[in-house]
């Protein structure tokens, strides 16, 4: 890849760092997209082990740009976006990738195809990991930023996702337990 052709590409990635989505860190603050794409990343790493007959590193490349339209189209929470904002991710996805080398370009596309279909062990666990990353972090998050419909996805959301590895089941399940003891302890401080 040309240098200048790398400067303008990550140029255009860079709007990952500035476009917020939904969720909230710890010190209070709107979580970037980017942010969420590398807790994502260190997530498939941390979990390799439990899938030693996937390609982790496609795993791990998958999950680094996942969310690569939302660097034109930002995020839509996953509770609001339709079937035209997904039409829309994949259009600046395509407008994107047209900004790349041909080997790039088609190593990606191939990537984004993997992950649309749904069917190989890597897209399978790229896509229940991004499920529970969002979980994780409204756990991390204050439950002040919640809103009132998040209480009850917060204990379902991306159960469909996980359900083809028992590790991510457990994963899950985990998450839903500290969930619930969020949602009692503030409960308990709200009475």
């Not at 476009?19 to 860190?25: D, G």
């Not at 590193?57 to 740009?65: E, G, P």
């Not at 229940?128 to 002040?144: F, R, T, Y």
């Not at 998040?150 to 457990?170: C, H, I, R, T």
């Amino acid at each position: 890849m040309e240098i200048k052709e790398l400067i303008h590409f990550i140029g255009l990635l860079e709007k990952l760092k500035c476009n917020t989505r939904h969720s909230w860190t710890t010190s209070g603050r709107k979580e970037s997209v980017a942010e969420h794409s590398f807790m994502l990343t260190v997530m498939a790493y941390m979990v390799k082990d439990a899938f030693p007959e996937t390609d982790i590193n496609k795993v791990i490349v998958m999950c680094l740009l996942h969310d690569f339209g939302e660097a034109v189209t930002g995020d839509i929470p996953a509770f609001e976006k339709t079937k035209g904002d997904e039409d829309t991710e994949e259009k600046a996805i395509d407008g994107l990738l047209k900004e790349l080398p041909d080997k790039q370009k088609a190593e990606m596309r191939a990537l984004f195809q993997e992950m649309k279909e749904m069917k190989t062990p890597e897209a399978k666990l790229c896509k229940g990991l991004d499920k529970m990353e969002a979980v994780l972090q409204h756990n991390e998050a204050d439950i002040s930023t919640w809103l009132p419909l998040e209480y009850d996805l917060q204990l379902n959301y991306g159960e469909k996702e996980v359900a083809f590895s028992p590790y991510l089941v457990a994963l899950r399940e985990q998450l839903n337990e500290d969930s619930r003891e969020k949602i009692v302890k503030e409960k308990g401080v709200m009475e």
